[in-house]
């Protein structure tokens, strides 16, 4: 079945520093991919999507390339805030219009 | 404000209780979904309408309880819950794609944290 698998966390960093966060995904047919975020206390938002292969979700500084060789699409960002603390979801919406997410990655920015 | 409204935001239960949550959208949305989010596990899929009816039930015990009567209206009926039913539980919508796949994303409500005593 299609599933999605993202590093472990929580993972820590210091402001400025750059940030991977590892997805990879396993799904029959072409499914789009997604970085959910959320914030203490709120639910999930949108960060970012990719819908075919090769295409480069970008939002807020936080980038994700749709790899279908590699079936994966990380998430990067080249400096991060103490504001981009939070837990990130990769995620993906299969042939059958359901959403699968990852476990999810804390992120902690200390200043 | 994603446009997915879910009422109460807390609650507290005892294990003999009934009690509902409520989600809503207005977003013209035909898919609707109750997640599960509990401490240091993945986002559990709850349950799927698709135009108002139920295409998935990812194996929930029977004291969860969906109804859906109408697509901008989805509840999760609680009745004689466990204290490992503790949880955030989020609804979220989004709109199935013409064709099968496209474009789409989900929206999610800010949840109803559930604490069951």
């Known amino acids: 079945g299609d599933s999605v698998t993202q590093m472990e966390g929580p993972v820590t960093l210091s402001e400025e520093a750059f940030l991977t966060i590892n997805c990879t995904y396993t799904a029959t047919g072409y499914p789009s991919l997604f970085w959910y975020v959320q914030y203490p206390g709120e639910g999930l938002q949108l960060l970012l999507k990719a819908t075919k292969a090769d295409d480069k979700g970008s939002n807020k500084g936080f980038e994700a390339t749709y790899r279908k060789e590699t079936t994966s699409f990380h998430l990067e960002k080249g400096s991060v805030q103490v504001s981009d603390s939070a837990v990130y979801f990769c995620a993906l919406i299969s042939t059958g219009n359901q959403f699968y997410f990852g476990t999810g990655t804390s992120l902690t920015v200390i200043p | 404000e994603t446009g997915v409204t879910q009422t109460p935001r807390h609650l507290v239960m005892g294990m003999t209780n009934k009690k509902s949550l409520k989600c809503e959208q207005h977003?013209?949305?035909?898919?609707m979904y109750w997640y599960k989010q509990s401490a240091k596990k993945p986002l559990e899929l709850m349950f799927v309408y698709n135009f108002k009816e139920q295409t998935e039930n990812n194996s929930v015990p029977s004291r969860f309880s969906p109804e859906c009567p109408n697509s901008s209206h989805l509840f999760l009926h609680l009745h004689t819950l466990q204290p490992e039913d503790s949880a955030l539980y989020l609804c979220?919508?989004?709109?199935?794609?013409?064709?099968?796949?496209?474009?789409?994303?989900?929206?999610f409500g800010q949840g109803t944290r559930l604490t069951v005593v």
């Open positions: 977003l013209g949305h035909n898919a």
């Open positions: 979220a919508s989004s709109q199935p794609p013409a064709g099968g796949r496209g474009d789409t994303e989900a929206f």
